[in-house]
């Protein structure tokens, strides 16, 4: 079996590596610190799962989990990240990831999570599979389901206090196209002005 793990923090990496290799002792690891690297690596070896890091350097993790969809659509992706179940969870497991696992659980969920996506199941808390049970029952989702990947991006790093210069500079785009995502959020999300983004983004759990 083999497990390639993408976390731009190597303490992270390694810890993750020691808990699964505990419970997978045949199994040999890869690891990546940033997307394109990731991408690079399973282009060149086949793997079994990947455990991703959704908020790396650059190119997000969302990106990476679309490109990963299109160039390996059998490889089973676990993700990983220290934001909320409910500000990320349903976002990544309808972009095509297996699971999704909040970065503080205990050891034997993540060994749990990567056993059941292994066995061709999907791994979700109970308190998600209850939301996507709510979700399934609305006829219509709520505005920041109509964002895209991109601009789900822009709208956390905008909430973050982040500036238009510095956002193209992150995503290596320019900031005439940042501009133009940041329009698009504030038309989907129903907002006149970042202040009200802001109050959005802290009412819907988003920052």
């Known amino acids: 079996m083999k497990i390639f793990l993408a976390d731009d923090h190597e303490c992270l990496r390694k810890g993750l590596v020691q808990i699964l290799a505990d419970a997978f002792p045949d199994a040999r690891f890869g690891e990546a610190s940033g997307a394109q690297e990731t991408l690079d690596a399973l282009e060149r070896e086949r793997w079994d799962v990947l455990v991703l890091d959704i908020f790396m350097p650059g190119r997000s993790g969302l990106e990476v989990l679309h490109e990963v969809r299109r160039s390996h659509p059998g490889l089973p992706v676990l993700v990983l990240s220290s934001a909320p179940e409910e500000q990320l969870a349903i976002r990544v497991l309808k972009g095509g990831a297996r699971g999704y696992l909040n970065k503080q659980v205990a050891a034997e969920d993540l060994v749990g999570a990567v056993r059941k996506i292994l066995a061709g199941g999907r791994y979700v808390s109970a308190t998600l ?76 759990g988003l920052a």
């Open 129 to 204: 599979a209850e939301r996507f049970a709510e979700d399934f029952g609305q006829a219509e989702g709520m505005p920041q389901d109509r964002l895209s990947d991109r601009e789900y991006e822009v709208l956390r790093q905008l909430v973050a206090g982040r500036s238009i210069q510095d956002i193209a500079r992150e995503l290596s785009l320019s900031p005439k196209t940042i501009s133009t995502y940041h329009t698009r959020i504030w038309e989907k999300l129903g907002v006149a002005n970042d202040v009200e983004l802001v109050r959005y983004a802290l009412s819907h």
